[in-house]
C-alpha cells in the first residue's frame, strides 16, 4: 500500500471516527514513555474530540503492581491498559480481567502478534537482537558467532530478572531448536554477566566497555543515525519482539471509548504515530522508521505467550543456575 493510499485511508478512518458518538472519561494506563504516552493521547483526543483522557504512566511492572492493588480492593480504575508484553496479557486474560473486542480490524496483522479472541492487540514491534561497536572486528549474523572466541568476555545482555524484554528474549531463544539453553550456557562460559536493563547494554556497547550485547532495536537505531560507534544485527535465526499490546478491561467502565481507542491504535492513522516515534510498526504497510530494514526482511522467532506465561518462573530460576541470582 503506498504512503498516499495510507493517508487517504487515514482521513476517511478520522472522518469516520469523528461521526460515532463516543464520549465521556477514557482513563489509560501504560507504560509508554511519557512523551510517547502524550503524543497518543493528544492524536486520539484529535479524532474524539468528546473524549478526556486521563492517563497513568510507568513501567510496566509497576504499573501492574498498581493494578493489582486496585483488584485487590475491587476498584479497577483503567478502561484500557497499553503495556509492553503478550505474556503479561495473556496472564490477565487467563484471570478474566480482559473484555474481547472481536470486532477489531486486525485483517492486515499477522496473527502470531494478535489473540485469537480478540483479549489483546499488538500496536508495535520492538524487537531483540544484537548490538555490536563499530570498533569489533567480528561483526556477528548469527547469535552463536557471540561464542565465538573474539567474543569471549565482550559481551554485555539484561537480566530477564529486570527487563520483561530480556524475559521475553530468553524465552524466544531457549525455545529455538538451534539454540535452547545451551546457548545461554555458552554465554555464562564467555564471561557474559547480565545486569540491569537495556538502557544500561546499549552505554556499555556503545562505550566501548563491551563490543557486543541484546538491546532492544531503537536504542541502537536512532543513536546510530547521530553518529554513534554502533550497529544492530537481525540475526539469521530472527529476533524476538516485544509488541506494546492494548487491551480494554473487563471491568471498564467507558467500553465505548475504549474500543475506540484499540481501533485508533490499529488504524493507519495510529500505526503511522508509531513509526514517526521511531518505532516499527506493527501493520505491515506503514513505512518503517530511518534505519530499519522492510518489516518483510525482519524475521520473528516464533513465540507463545501462553507456553512463556506458564514457564516463567522455571526459565527465571534456570537462568538464575547458568548465571547466578
Known amino acids: 500500500m503506498t504512503r498516499i493510499t495510507l493517508s487517504i485511508a487515514a482521513a476517511l478512518w478520522a472522518g469516520t471516527a469523528l461521526a460515532q458518538d463516543v464520549s465521556g472519561t477514557l ?7 511519557n512523551a510517547d504516552a502524550q503524543a497518543t493521547v493528544d492524536a486520539f483526543m484529535a479524532a474524539y474530540p468528546d473524549v478526556e483522557v486521563e492517563w497513568f504512566r510507568d513501567g510496566t511492572t509497576k504499573v501492574m503492581a498498581k493494578l493489582r492493588a486496585e483488584f485487590a480492593a475491587g476498584q479497577p480504575r483503567p478502561d484500557v491498559l497499553l503495556i509492553a508484553d503478550m505474556v503479561t496479557m495473556e496472564g490477565l486474560e487467563a484471570e478474566g480481567r480482559l473484555m474481547p473486542y472481536p470486532e477489531a480490524d486486525i485483517s492486515a496483522y499477522d496473527p502470531a502478534i494478535m489473540d485469537d479472541e480478540g483479549h489483546y492487540f ?18 556477528p ?56 536493563g537495556n538502557g544500561g547494554t546499549y552505554r556499555a556497547v556503545a562505550g566501548g566497555e563491551k ?28 529476533v524476538s519482539a516485544v509488541t506494546e499490546p492494548a487491551a480494554i478491561l473487563s471491568t471498564a467502565q467507558n467500553p465505548a471509548a475504549a474500543k475506540a481507542f484499540i481501533d485508533f491504535l490499529l488504524s493507519p492513522e495510529g500505526q503511522q504515530l508509531a513509526a514517526d516515534q521511531g518505532y516499527l510498526p506493527a501493520h505491515p504497510d506503514i513505512t518503517p522508521p530511518e534505519g530499519f530494514p522492510a518489516r518483510a526482511d525482519i524475521k520473528l522467532i516464533e513465540f507463545d ?9 522455571a526459565n527465571k530460576a534456570r537462568f538464575v543456575d547458568i548465571f547466578g541470582g
Open 122 to 139: 499488538s500496536t508495535k514491534l520492538i524487537t531483540t537482537g544484537i548490538v555490536y561497536n563499530t570498533a569489533a572486528e567480528m561483526i
Open 27 to 33: 482513563t489509560l494506563y501504560t507504560s509508554q514513555p
Open 211 to 238: 563490543l557486543y550485547g541484546f538491546v532492544v532495536d531503537f536504542l541502537p537505531i536512532r543513536n546510530k543515525l547521530d553518529g554513534a560507534p554502533v550497529a544492530f544485527v537481525f540475526p539469521e535465526e530472527g
Open 305 to 313: 505467550p501462553a507456553a512463556a506465561l506458564a514457564n516463567d518462573q
Open 141 to 196: 549474523a548469527s547469535y552463536t558467532d557471540l561464542l565465538r572466541d573474539e567474543a569471549a568476555g565482550q559481551i554485555a545482555m539484561p537480566s530477564p530478572l529486570t527487563s520483561g524484554a530480556a524475559t521475553i528474549h530468553m524465552a524466544a531463544l531457549t525455545a529455538h531448536p538451534d539454540l535452547g539453553w545451551e546457548f545461554y550456557e555458552g554465554l555464562a562460559e564467555q564471561g557474559a554477566i547480565p545486569d540491569g
